[in-house]
């Protein structure tokens, strides 16, 4: 069986274990097994509706009266352990933080080779994985093969479409509660504190104006926030604009920040250095505006204004309210 390492918020899956259950799909039918998915929290239970559709058959619920929250060692122990018990061969996890580090903690447990951040993977006739992933924040890409007879990958942020199955399958819930120790829970989450965030999260959000030095000050941002509440989205920003303390961190797009998977991203004033387009890289669609042709976002972008963005933006925004 191929288990897949499903996060969820209120019973629902997020985008990146959708995406990861691509993935996880596709190995399932390359190894003629079944694709399974294991679930912790309250709601758990509730997935099944949720992950139906996208081919998984079995849903583990992970329960014990100790993972009332997040605990990292104790949910890589109990992944650990439930890969042992239906005898697992291959795990898989979203390319997240939480992901990333459920996974190592279990494989450290399993004694198994991880390879993260996977943007494809073949599986050869001897059962070992041909794999392409990304390396130093996206900027190399590393052909890999990893073999073993248990193995964890992760897939990469946004490399994997959310898709549903040729057949939905109808599955099977079963809870499995694993043997833990004190050790295993000396670091959970004690609460959780909602930050002063406001309007739509950068990494839900289906269009980001982003901003960067060529902005020229945090008075600039007016432009793009007009922008951005005429198109239904947000603003983001990049480091360049966040050192000179113009926008929050919360609103930095890249390496460091947040990664976006908007459907257009229009970048203003924004170089495009490496560490930015890693955050970015998962738009549909770039359309940059900057006065230098030369710039690295032009000729990364699908789209691209060679102009000032105070004359630019201003005019998009009029263009729009005259449909609206």
């Given at each position: 069986?191929?288990?897949a390492f499903v996060?969820h918020?209120?019973?629902l ?7 990861a ?6 190995l ?6 079944d694709l399974?998915?294991?679930?912790f ?13 996208y081919?998984?058959e079995?849903i583990?619920?992970?329960t ?5 929250g997040?605990a990292?060692e104790?949910w ?13 061969g ?15 903690h279990?494989?450290a ?7 993260t951040n996977c943007?494809?993977v073949e599986v050869?006739?001897a059962?070992?994985y041909?794999l392409?992933?990304h390396r130093?924040?996206?900027?190399l890409?590393?052909?890999a ?9 992760s897939a990469?942020?946004h ?5 549903s199955?040729?057949?939905e ?6 809870e499995?509660t ?8 000396r670091?959970r989450?004690?609460?959780?504190e909602?930050g002063?965030e406001?309007g ?5 959000a289906?269009?980001v ?7 020229g000050?945090?008075?600039d941002y007016?432009?793009l926030e007009?922008l951005?509440d005429?198109l239904?989205?947000t603003?983001?920003a990049?480091?360049a604009?966040?050192?000179?303390g113009w926008?929050?961190?919360d609103d930095?797009?890249?390496q460091?920040g947040a990664?976006?998977?908007?459907d ?7 170089s495009?250095?490496v ?7 998962g738009a549909?669609?770039?359309?940059a505006?900057?006065?230098d042709p030369e ?6 972008a699908?789209w691209?204004?060679v102009?000032?963005?105070h004359?630019?933006?201003p005019?998009l925004?009029?263009?729009?309210r005259?449909?609206?």
């Amino acid at each position: 069986m191929i288990l897949a390492f499903v996060e969820h918020e209120s019973g629902l899956p997020d985008e990146l274990s959708l995406e990861a259950l691509s993935l996880a799909r596709e190995l399932a039918t390359a190894e003629g097994v079944d694709l399974g998915a294991a679930v912790f929290g309250d709601e758990g239970a509730a997935l099944a509706d949720e992950l139906g559709p996208y081919g998984v058959e079995e849903i583990h619920h992970v329960t014990h009266d100790e993972l009332g929250g997040y605990a990292p060692e104790a949910w890589g122990e109990s992944l650990a352990q439930l890969a042992d018990e239906i005898e697992s061969g291959t795990v898989v996890v979203p390319g997240s933080d939480r992901g990333h580090e459920v996974a190592a903690h279990a494989g450290a447990t399993l004694d198994a080779p991880m390879a993260t951040n996977c943007v494809a993977v073949e599986v050869d006739d001897a059962g070992v994985y041909e794999l392409e992933r990304h390396r130093w924040g996206g900027s190399l890409l590393e052909h890999a093969r990893l073999e073993g007879d248990r193995k964890l990958v992760s897939a990469a942020e946004h490399e994997f479409p959310v898709e549903s199955a040729d057949e939905e399958a109808v599955p099977t819930a079963t809870e499995f509660t694993p043997s833990l120790e004190a050790d295993h829970l000396r670091v959970r989450v004690d609460r959780v504190e909602s930050g002063d965030e406001e309007g739509i999260p950068l990494g839900e959000a289906r269009v980001v104006v982003g901003g960067g030095r060529g902005v020229g000050g945090p008075e600039d941002y007016d432009q793009l926030e007009e922008l951005a509440d005429l198109l239904g989205g947000t603003v983001g920003a990049s480091r360049a604009a966040i050192n000179e303390g113009w926008r929050p961190h919360d609103d930095q797009v890249g390496q460091t920040g947040a990664k976006i998977s908007p459907d257009i991203y229009l970048a203003c004033g924004i170089s495009g250095a490496v560490q930015h387009m890693v955050g970015c890289k998962g738009a549909e669609t770039i359309l940059a505006i900057n006065t230098d042709p030369e710039a690295a976002i032009i000729q990364k972008a699908d789209w691209a204004v060679v102009g000032d963005l105070h004359e630019v933006v201003p005019e998009l925004n009029d263009a729009i309210r005259e449909q609206t």
